[in-house]
């Protein structure tokens, strides 16, 4: 199918949400999927985020702050997505703030059962609004353990690179138990190796039938 035929058959508005583990290539599907279909991405920002990097040097002491960062960055977006008159390819989901982040610095101990329970209510309290609408579709990224470690070296974030491999282990264990019980939305489960969109941006075609088919469901 050509990209023109894309756009005509496809929504002209749809949340389409992509998640995975950091490093898997959320960003990149996202933009090239944008792209493709004529939507607009709505992007996560490292740069800009006053606490990321402190995070990565003391989990406890900025654990819980970056939390509510993340989740006022997100929920701002989802107000944006909401009012917008085009489909939207947002990277990442708040889902993923809440059921891998949040709660994995609380069971390590890096948040209080206090402030995990509070982020919980805002969180909670988010989604009720009704500027929240769960995605369309939300499009799972997964590949081997081997090959997001080799991204994550790849792209080169010196607070990435300085962390601990059995942070990203434990990380992408939680994304495999999480995504086996997620149920807010319609999931697509793409593997890594089946598209390439450095060397043959066409191999995206199929993933957008299959979600075409799964939004016009
Ligand atoms: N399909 C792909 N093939 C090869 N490398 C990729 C692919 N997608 C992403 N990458 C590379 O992997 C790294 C992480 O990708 P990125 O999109 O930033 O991941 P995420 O947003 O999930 O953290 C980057 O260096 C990116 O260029
Ligand atoms: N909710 C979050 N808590 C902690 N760290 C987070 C959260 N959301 C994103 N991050 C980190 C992980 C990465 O270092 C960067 C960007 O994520 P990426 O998967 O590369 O888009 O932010």
């Known amino acids: 199918m050509k990209k023109t035929a894309i756009k005509e058959t496809f929504p002209k508005k749809a949340l389409i949400t ?19 279909l004529g939507y607009q991405t709505s992007m996560e920002k490292v740069e800009g985020n006053p606490y ?4 990565y040097k003391d989990f406890k002491r900025w654990a819980f702050h970056l939390q509510i960062y993340f989740l006022a960055e997100r929920f701002k977006e989802h107000k944006r997505i909401f009012n917008a008159p085009f489909g939207v390819v947002q990277d ?6 809440t059921g891998i ?7 390590k101990g890096n948040m209080t059962k206090m402030d995990f329970d509070t982020y919980e209510n805002l969180f909670e309290a988010m989604v009720m609004t009704p ?20 991204r994550i070296k790849a792209r080169g974030r010196e607070m990435e690179k300085q962390t601990p491999i059995a942070y990203w282990q434990e990380m992408f264990e939680r994304y495999d138990a999480w995504i086996n019980t997620f149920d807010q939305c319609p999931v697509i489960r793409v593997n890594i190796d089946q598209y390439d969109l450095h060397h043959d941006p066409n191999s995206l075609y199929p993933i957008i039938e299959k979600i075409a088919s799964t939004i016009n469901k």
């Open 52 to 55: 990321l990097d402190k995070f």
């Open 131 to 150: 500027y929240f609408n769960a995605p369309d579709v939300l499009v799972y990224l997964e590949g081997s353990f081997e090959q997001i470690l080799n």
């Open 92 to 97: 990442r989901s708040i889902y993923e703030d």
């Open 18 to 36: 992509v998640a995975g583990t950091v490093g898997i290539g959320k960003s990149t599907f996202a933009k090239g999927l944008a792209d493709c």
């Open 101 to 107: 982040f949040a709660r994995m610095h609380y069971e």
